[in-house]
């Protein structure tokens, strides 16, 4: 399939995404694994300053509004997609993890500079973006001051005030985004097209929405069976409890976390069977 190069097209594209199911946006550590390696010469987009070439960096947009198939940077913090079917799995096993569930409110003991913003901010960001539906990252920026109290910097630590006010600067609001597009809180909803300059020109700069898989997914209907403790605590008590995740029990699956991050790991050795185990666990 690599030698055939075959995403030529906005079509094409969805194709090759719907036909593995999950699948990174750059090259990495699986060769051949990504839509850029699939992308035909001469389509993959430039970056430069007079670039006409955007390719995939453009066709993303029409993938996404297809309306079925989830983006964001939740392989190894690094962009790709997933359709519902495979991207349930992965919910099912990243919100099971207690550093992911921090955005919940439930107790984690955070070590490292990121993961205390995390502990403080994700949550009230997530509360941010189900409350708004839909929010660009530059809004939240703003919105998120609130939850910005002065106990917030007194726990986080002088050193943190100026990153977080008078709003939270760009590259922390980023950190936390792509924290609850990992833990599966968040995808990108949609993806605003900006055109500057005179002429208006178009060269590939984007604006995305982020929003939840619960909202944006919610009428794919699941497998059935035993829904995953984080749906039962969502609907009947327990940890969850008033998380404000109800919709999300349409996207359960009939699995435990670790049967799912087993079947997503095995889908892909499917294709990619010389992939190393190590690496792929790295990205589950």
Not at 17 to 41: D, H, M, N
Not at 221 to 242: L, N
Not at 249 to 257: A, E, I, K, W, Y
């Amino acid at each position: 399939m690599d030698s055939a190069r075959p995403i030529d097209s906005p079509g094409k594209m969805s194709e090759v995404v719907r036909r593995f199911g999950v699948i990174p946006f750059f090259k990495g550590a699986v060769s051949g694994w990504s839509i850029e390696e699939l992308t035909a010469p001469g389509c993959w987009f430039d970056d430069g300053p007079d670039s006409v070439i955007l390719g995939p960096w453009d066709w993303k947009i029409d993938v996404v509004r297809e309306g079925d198939i989830a983006y964001g940077k939740f392989l190894g913090g690094k962009a790709a997609f997933a359709t519902v079917r495979w991207y349930r799995e992965l919910m099912n096993w990243r919100r099971s993890l207690p550093r992911f569930r921090m955005a919940l409110g439930e107790p984690y003991k955070a070590v490292s500079s990121s993961d205390k913003l995390f502990k403080y901010l994700s949550g009230p960001v997530l509360d941010i973006i189900r409350r708004e539906g839909a929010v660009e990252t530059g809004r939240l920026r703003l919105l998120c001051a609130e939850a910005v109290t002065p106990s917030v910097v007194r726990a986080l630590g002088a050193r943190y005030k100026a990153l977080l006010t008078p709003s939270v600067k760009k590259n922390v609001m980023d950190s936390i985004v792509q924290f609850l597009q990992s833990g599966t809180w968040i995808v990108t909803g949609d993806f605003e097209r900006v055109y500057r300059g005179p002429d208006l020109h178009y060269n590939g700069w984007q604006r995305a929405s982020n929003t939840t898989p619960d909202g944006l997914f919610a009428s794919f209907e699941s497998e059935g069976g035993d829904q995953p403790f984080w749906v039962r605590a969502i609907e009947g008590g327990g940890p969850g409890e008033g998380s404000g995740l109800g919709e999300g029990s349409g996207l359960s699956v009939p699995r435990t976390p670790l049967e799912s991050r087993a079947l997503l790991i095995s889908h892909v050795q499917e294709f990619f069977p010389s992939a190393p185990l190590k690496t792929l666990e790295k990205l589950f």
